[in-house]
């Protein structure tokens, strides 16, 4: 990954794609856990870097997270920067840009940890990216939707390519009979929800985020912007062509193709025919949920507590006009990053002294179970994410929290590292103070 991808300017009739990046692939096993080292070189000539290893928990090497000012400074122009850091999970995610907005112009690609899986397969298909995409580069856009809220977007991607109007190509995939096939599916996107589906076939999931879980059968899958899902099919259906669909759900997500980002399931090489299959019914629900949380059930059991004791926090989060901009706040301020001081650096240099705008929670006690509810009266769902843990999921829903009635599940909930945050709802997280360092919680681009 010495380079970065350049994004093209995708108009009327040109092809819709983005250049494929690296794969960081590794073997995670529990007796000699692989070290991974990346060498990045930041060839643009006017913007810093970083680059994220998005849901690594980086326990003891947290100074190889990759977010500029808090980690990090960011890598100059002509410089280069190598992150250090051991596979101790296994399953599927994603490497991308942590400064500003270029994961959006194409700074991305695919982390693939093998270990055991919850069902069986015969063949690993790789990392399945889902974008939507602009023909407006994402610092046009982020400025845009500053001033005026989420722009609406032209298209969307499966794995890099689509058409629009009379030009581009869809992501094609061939299929055996009878063989049955491991996607990772990773939503990439800057501001869409999607809901993956391939007609006529059914979909085991057995990941979520880099959680292995107890195997479920569905025909659609709701996947928020940052969650990743492994899922299992198996070519079983009449020999033929069937469309892989990748639905925005315009409830939240603002698209012109909303229902034409599709790839293609062939069972003849051959075929250069369109499909003619038609959508499960349940494709035509248009919501922005995360899956239930029932069906989310860790194959590793563990419980969101061992002791009586723990840290509540209670967290806001708001849009409010300051200026002429638009910002998020999460409690009672909009973070300020500070690139020259990386929040890192000031905690080894024991300076304590956090402002308001570093919107800094001090968790000093090691091995300490936190709890958080995280509240909105935003009328729009959010994803959250938090760098360093796999977060237990106590409840989600929509309204205002209360504990008498949330009726929050503490035996073996959900573990992942980001989650759905409803419309005018809350989510109660778990997670214990296991991993020393700077954790960063926000939400997901301008969503």
């Known amino acids: 990954m010495a380079r970065y991808l350049a994004r093209q300017s995708l108009r009327t009739g040109e092809t819709q794609s983005v250049r494929k990046s690296p794969i960081i692939s590794a073997w995670s096993i529990l007796t000699c856990l692989t070290k991974i080292v990346v060498h990045v070189t930041n060839s643009m000539a006017n913007n810093g870097t970083g680059i994220h290893f998005h849901g690594i928990r980086q326990n003891y090497t947290n100074q190889n997270d990759g977010v500029p000012s808090m980690t990090q400074c960011p890598i100059a122009p002509g410089e280069s920067y190598t992150y250090t850091w051991r596979a101790t999970q296994y399953g599927s995610s994603w490497y991308h840009s942590h400064f500003y907005v270029q994961a959006w112009d194409g700074v991305f690609g695919g982390i693939i940890i093998n270990g055991p899986a919850t069902a069986n397969y015969d063949e690993d298909l790789g990392s399945l990216f889902l974008n939507d995409w602009s023909h407006e580069t994402a610092d046009v856009e982020v400025l845009y939707a500053e001033q005026n809220g989420p722009p609406t977007l032209e298209n969307g991607l499966i794995n890099g390519t689509n058409v629009y109007d009379d030009g581009g190509a869809r992501f094609e995939t061939t299929w055996a009979s009878g063989t049955s096939y491991r996607l990772r599916l990773v939503n990439a996107a800057a501001d869409t929800h999607f809901k993956f589906t391939i007609d006529n076939h059914t979909m085991t999931v057995i990941s979520m ?26 070519a079983d259906a009449t020999a033929d062509n069937y469309w892989m669909r990748a639905i925005a759900q315009t409830t939240c997500s603002n698209n012109d193709n909303a229902d034409n980002i599709k790839g293609i399931v062939r069972y003849d090489s051959t075929s250069t025919d369109d499909p003619t299959s038609t959508a499960w019914d349940s494709a035509a629900d248009d919501d922005c949920d995360d899956e239930d949380m029932s069906l989310l059930v860790p194959y590793l059991a563990i419980d969101a507590t061992d002791a009586t004791t723990g840290t509540e926090d209670d967290c806001d989060v708001a849009i409010v006009v300051s200026g002429d901009s638009i910002l998020w706040e999460m409690g009672t301020e909009s973070m300020v990053s500070q690139w020259s001081y990386p929040s890192l650096q000031q905690v080894y240099e024991g300076n304590d002294t956090w ?60 573990r992942r590292d980001v989650v759905q945050l409803s419309g005018q709802g809350y989510v109660v997280i778990a997670f214990k103070t296991d991993n020393p360092g700077v954790s960063s919680p926000y939400l997901i681009l301008w969503h």
């Open 209 to 234: 985020d880099l959680v292995p879980i107890v195997p479920y059968e569905t025909e659609i899958l709701a996947i928020a912007m940052g969650q990743r899902y492994d899922v299992i099919v198996t």
């Open 355 to 414: 402002s308001d705008e570093q919107q800094a929670y001090s968790f000093p006690d090691s091995d300490v179970w936190v709890y958080w509810v995280i509240q909105t009266s935003n009328g729009v769902p959010h994803p959250m994410h938090l760098h360093g843990h796999d977060f237990f999921i106590l409840g989600q829903g929509t309204g205002t929290y209360d504990s008498s009635t949330a009726n929050l599940t503490v035996p073996n909930p959900p």
